[in-house]
C-alpha cells in the first residue's frame, strides 16, 4: 500500500525532478514521453529543471533540425517529442483528436462536408507549404461555401497528424516570434503513422514515467477511450494506494523512500507532472487543489519539498514567487537560491 508520500517520490524520481540528470534533451524527451508544450518557452524550462547542464541551443537545433517536433498529441494539447516518438504516439491518440472535434463547436458547422475531401484537400495546401489554421479557413472556404472557413481549418488541425515548423519553438523564445504555422508529419520528417497503434506500449512508457496509476490516471493523461481493456493485456505489477485504489505499475518502476529529499523546483506552465493523472493528490496537495486546478493550472508552479506550494512569474526582469502560504525558513531560503539560477537561466 502506498501513500500519497510515496507515490509523490515515485513521480518525481520517474519525471528527473529529485536530482538533475546527466542526459542529453532527445533522451529525455523520449523518458518523460514527450513535454507539454502550448507555450514555447515551457518545455526549456521543463528540461532545465530536470537536467544537470542543460543546453537550450540544443533543444532548439533538435527544432530545427527535424529530430524534435512540436504537435498534437496525449488530451489533443501541443507536445514536444522526438521526431522517431512522434508518428507511433500520433497513431495511438488519432482517434482522440478525431473524437475531440466530433464533439467540438466546429464539427456542426461542417456537417455534411465530404471530411476525406476535405483532408485530402487542407493536406494538398499544408505540404505544398506550411501554413497557420486562419490560411487554410481562407483558402478552404470558397471549395466549401456552405461551411464555416473557421471550422473547415479546424477540422484538418484536429484530424491531420501535423506539427508546428520553426521558427516556432526555438530558443530564446520571443512573444510573436511566429504564429503556428503547421505541415504533415510525413512531408516534415518522411515518416508515417504505423498502421497499428502502438497502445500497449504507450500505456508500458506511461507507467515507467509516471506510476504507479490507476486506469481513470492513464485515461486522463491519454485521453484515451476503452483503456481498461487494453491494460487487461499487459503484464503490469498491481499495486495499491491508501484510499484503496489499484495502482499499476510497470515491473521495474523505481519506488523511492517517501522521506527522500526533494529540493524546489520552478515548473512551467502545465508542465508534465500537473496533468498526467485523474486524481493530482500526489503533486497538488488537498488544500491546494482548488486554488490551483480551477483558478492557476495554467501558471508556472513551485514545487516544495515535491509538491505543488506556489506559482511563480518573471516580471520585468525580476523573479516574482506567490507561495500560497509562508515557508519555513529553510525552504524559503533553497527557493531562492533555485530562483536565482533559474532568472540566470532565462536571463542568458
Known amino acids: 500500500m502506498l501513500s500519497t508520500r510515496a507515490l509523490n517520490r515515485a513521480l518525481l524520481e520517474r519525471q528527473m525532478l529529485l536530482r538533475r540528470h546527466t542526459a542529453g534533451a532527445a533522451e529525455a524527451l523520449e523518458r518523460l514521453v514527450g513535454m507539454q508544450a502550448q507555450v514555447p518557452e515551457a518545455p526549456y524550462v521543463g528540461l532545465w529543471s530536470r537536467l544537470r547542464d542543460f543546453d537550450p541551443q540544443e533543444l532548439s537545433r533538435m527544432v530545427e533540425d527535424r529530430t524534435a517536433v512540436r504537435g498534437t498529441l496525449m488530451r489533443s494539447t501541443v507536445h ?33 462536408v465530404d471530411l476525406d475531401e476535405l483532408m485530402a484537400a487542407a493536406r494538398e495546401l499544408i505540404e505544398a507549404e506550411p501554413r497557420g489554421t486562419a490560411d487554410l479557413a481562407r483558402e478552404l472556404g470558397p ?4 461551411a464555416d472557413p473557421q471550422s473547415l481549418g479546424y477540422a484538418a488541425r484536429f484530424r491531420l497528424p501535423l506539427v508546428q515548423v520553426p521558427p516556432r519553438g526555438l530558443w530564446p523564445t520571443r512573444p510573436g516570434a511566429g504564429r503556428a504555422k503547421v505541415t504533415t508529419i510525413e512531408r516534415w520528417t518522411g515518416a508515417s503513422l504505423p498502421a497499428e497503434p502502438p497502445a500497449e506500449e504507450t500505456i508500458l512508457r506511461y507507467l515507467a514515467a509516471f506510476g504507479p496509476a490507476t486506469v481513470a490516471d492513464i485515461a486522463a493523461w491519454s485521453g484515451l477511450a476503452g483503456v481498461r481493456a487494453i491494460v487487461e493485456r499487459l503484464d503490469v505489477r498491481r499495486l495499491q494506494d491508501d484510499q484503496g485504489r489499484e ?42 487543489r482548488t486554488r490551483v ?47 536565482e539560477k533559474l532568472l540566470a537561466f532565462l536571463s542568458a
Do not use: C
Not at 475531440?100 to 458547422?109: D, L
Not at 515491473?251 to 485523474?278: C, I, M, Q, S, W
Open 80 to 112: 514536444l517529442v522526438t521526431a522517431r516518438d512522434f508518428p507511433g504516439l500520433r497513431a495511438v491518440t488519432q482517434s482522440v483528436m478525431e473524437r475531440h472535434f466530433a464533439g467540438s463547436p466546429f464539427a456542426p458547422q461542417i456537417d455534411g
Open 143 to 146: 471549395r466549401w461555401p456552405g
Open 293 to 339: 486546478v480551477r483558478e492557476r493550472l495554467g501558471a508556472p508552479m513551485l514545487l516544495v519539498d515535491g509538491f505543488v506550494r506556489g506559482t511563480w512569474r518573471v516580471e520585468r526582469g525580476e523573479l516574482r514567487v506567490e507561495p500560497f502560504e509562508p515557508l519555513p525558513k529553510a525552504d524559503a531560503a533553497a527557493v531562492d537560491a533555485e530562483g
Open 247 to 288: 495502482l499499476l505499475d510497470v515491473h521495474d518502476g523505481p519506488l523511492p523512500d517517501p522521506d527522500t529529499p526533494a529540493p524546489p523546483r520552478f515548473l512551467p506552465e502545465f508542465d508534465n507532472v500537473l496533468v498526467a493523472y485523474k486524481e493530482r493528490d500526489r503533486i497538488i496537495p488537498a488544500e491546494h
